[in-house]
């Protein structure tokens, strides 16, 4: 950017990105009303959510896609060894589904690992089936987005993502018309039908983008190959780890004190924080773009993540410290009143979160920039071994509900990787200020 940058240049670059994310939120919820209202819904609700878990595994390596894209391409050999990159990558994550379809390996991961009954098994192959295009497409679609974040183009992100929503919305509205498709079915068609929705317009809103970079040399020597493996595979991991956790506090949930009250209230409180974390998610990509060449605008950038952190906090903690929590726990969420109860010291806790995932974005926003990636995953690394590890020791003194030991857990964990990431963004900001 030529002009000097502002709290409302940058506010007018992130709310289309935000955006995005908030209508991405939207699907779970939606497909899952449309199959609670078919037949044998709860074996459909339950094949549809491990089918979507598995997605979301093989998504994980090329979550990261789109921040790679963003912080590296500058020109057409950045440009063309990216996409190679990237095509490839996407190959191996469908490859994986393939593998998992295999019936052998099905059979032992779903029905011996898993335990699922045959009947949720079987309805789970069929929405694994028609998901197995859902990685290699999200994949290229990140990159592409990357590309448009990269032009300055965030519009064209979220208008593509209306696309994504509103093709998934039609497709299981037509297929909820006829009742002999299963529920599950219904949810992996229409995400899938979603998503190459949302590539085909991507793509197309990219084009002038794409022209440019194609007819634009590249500003540095730019990574071969191998350079692009080593600065990946720690922003690959990341999500691995990420999405190892959750599971893993469920499962310490269900050992705690009050097990029953803590599973029912967690995923409810999950949901609600998620809405606030989504807008904090939505400033990495942000934050490397506008970040400039050599953290140019560091401090600038900074401040906006200070005052969108504090923002998020405050609009959560009227929510979690007024009437409006019970209001949100019984009449949207439709808990009782003893769960709702429940849930108020957790939501309370977890009102900080929000707040944490915009700074720690911030941060490795300004460590993707300056190509270095490796604290990236370390500090996802302390942050879930610190989740553990406190989640046992509150466990085992057994003076807490479990919902709130895991509450304690997460805000001390996402604590630890902010600071693991304090000292190498020093380094760097240090490094290009002195060049």
């Known amino acids: 950017m030529s002009s000097p940058l502002t709290f409302r240049r940058i506010f007018r670059f992130w709310l289309p990105l935000a955006g995005t994310w908030l209508m991405m939120a939207v699907e779970g919820p939606l497909l899952a009303a449309i199959i609670a209202r078919m037949s044998a819904a709860e074996l459909n609700l339950a094949a549809y959510g491990v089918a979507y878990a598995f997605a979301l595994v093989a998504e994980a390596p090329i979550i990261m896609l789109m921040s790679a894209a963003t912080a590296l391409v500058s020109g057409q ?61 999200i994949g290229l679609r990140r990159f592409y987005q990357g590309v448009l974040i990269r032009n300055r183009q965030t519009d064209r992100v979220a208008l593509a993502t209306v696309a994504r929503v509103g093709f998934m919305a039609l497709s299981a509205l037509l297929l909820y018309c006829y009742p002999a498709v299963q529920g599950a079915l219904l949810g992996g068609v229409a995400l899938s039908c979603g998503v190459i929705a949302e590539l085909v317009a991507t793509r197309l809103l990219a084009s002038g983008a794409v022209t440019r970079f194609l007819t634009t040399e590249d500003t540095e020597a730019g990574m071969d190959m191998r350079g692009l493996s080593r600065y990946y595979l720690p922003l690959a991991m990341t999500p691995f780890i990420t999405l190892g956790v959750h599971p893993l506090v469920t499962f310490f949930l269900g050992q705690g004190r009050q097990p029953l009250e803590s599973l029912a209230v967690m995923p409810v409180i999950g949901a609600l924080v998620f809405v606030f974390r989504a807008i904090g998610l939505s400033f990495q990509e942000a934050g490397i773009a506008l970040v400039g060449e050599n953290t140019a605008n560091w401090k600038t950038v900074g401040w906006f993540a200070t005052t969108l952190a504090g923002v998020m ?92 030991c895991a509450a304690i857990a997460y805000l001390v964990g996402r604590m630890a990787a902010i600071l693991w990431m304090l000292l190498p963004v020093r380094q760097v900001v240090r490094k290009n200020f002195a060049q």
């Open 77 to 137: 050999r950045s440009y063309r060894q990216l996409r190679r990159f990237t095509a490839i990558l996407c190959v191996l994550v469908t490859a994986l589904m393939v593998l998992l379809l295999v019936p052998p390996v099905f059979d032992l991961i779903m029905f011996r690992l898993v335990g699922l009954s045959a009947e949720v098994g079987s309805r789970v192959y069929l929405a694994l089936l028609v998901l197995l295009p859902w990685p290699g497409v």
């Open 313 to 404: 906090t405050v609009l959560l903690v009227v929510i979690a410290y007024t009437p409006l929590a019970e209001f949100w726990f019984v009449r949207v969420s439709g808990l009782t009143q003893g769960l709702a109860e429940f849930s108020i010291w957790p939501l309370r806790l977890m009102a900080f979160l929000p707040a944490m995932t915009v700074m720690s974005d911030y941060l490795r926003a300004l460590l993707m920039g300056a190509q270095v990636t490796r604290p990236i995953s370390t500090a996802t690394v302390v942050e879930a071994a610190l989740i553990v590890a406190v989640l046992t020791a509150l466990l085992y003194d057994a003076s807490l509900p479990g919902a709130v």
